[in-house]
């Protein structure tokens, strides 16, 4: 199966949906065995954007026969009641998951929020715990979005086993785990790995001695075709928005100018339809897990090197 078109777009959505599918099979397996999956998601926020992210991700539950409790909390509302909400979710053992949407308000300690579910139900890996399964290569849950760049490279036969794979960006949630993942002893892994961030003198002179590009730093377009070798994978994390003259008034931008780079990647991911839909794959995918963890019941998860062709 190609999930790739156009020549070289690597098209996430296709990988997403794939993925999807045979995750649709271990949900119905579990619910066979009498453990239907539920995630909890928590919303302590007036941002829009968390808004729709929160129900993108209900409605891939929904689609996928996974139960969602939401809870929401009003923004001005003490932390205490995050944390006791987050509490009764922790003790309820019809909840597999929980996830609370970041950012959280100014007044609630967002590490302290990290660190009060409990890492068995901790779907995003952002607890300290599993960052630090993740970091000693023995992972629980590995974080969504790096993790459906694992995936996506899977999907189009590329193995970083002995590339060269350069990460921009640095962050706790993408450039470090991503990081993570591509320096273990594993499958998927075993990359020679250099990163890039802010303080980076000439990024641009690390990306083109790559062989794989990751672009996460959440500047609009910072990587084009000048920075890359010919025949470079690359794939680009961010989702950025910038003003447009359409109905909306802005568009959604890479942190990849796509044209410029179309041009000389061997591959490369859009935005949106490349790492977007992954990401919301993945944290299916780790809800599974959790699920079957907790019940005891295994179930056949998609993973890397049960994609891969070669390219
Ligand atoms: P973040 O927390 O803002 O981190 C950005 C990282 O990029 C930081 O490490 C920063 O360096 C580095 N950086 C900033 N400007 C740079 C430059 N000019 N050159 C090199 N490095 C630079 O962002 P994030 O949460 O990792 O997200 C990154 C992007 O991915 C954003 O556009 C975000 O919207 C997107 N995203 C997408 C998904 C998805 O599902 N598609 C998921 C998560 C994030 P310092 O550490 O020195 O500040």
Redesign the pocket.
Known sequence: MSFVRDGNVLDGSAVSDHVRGQLRDSVDALADAGATPSLATVLMSTDPASETYVSMKQRACDDLGIESVHRELDADAPAAELFETVEELNADPDVNGILVQMPVPDHVDKRRVLRSIDPAKDVDGFHPENVGRLVAGDARFKP??PH?VQLLLDAAGVDPAGKHAVV????????KPMTNLLIQKDAGGNATVTV?????DD?GAHTRQADIVIA????PE?VDGEMLSAGTTVVD????RVDADNEKGYELV??VDFESAKEVAGLVTP?PG???P???TMLLYNTVKATSQQVDVPVDLPDTGSLGQEA
Do not use: E, F, P, Q
């Open positions: 969504c979005t459906g921009v960006g640095r962050s706790d949630i993408v450039g890039c961030h802010s303080r980076t990024v996460a730093a959440g500047v910072l994390v961010g989702v950025n890479g942190d935005v490349g790492v977007g992954m990401t919301i």
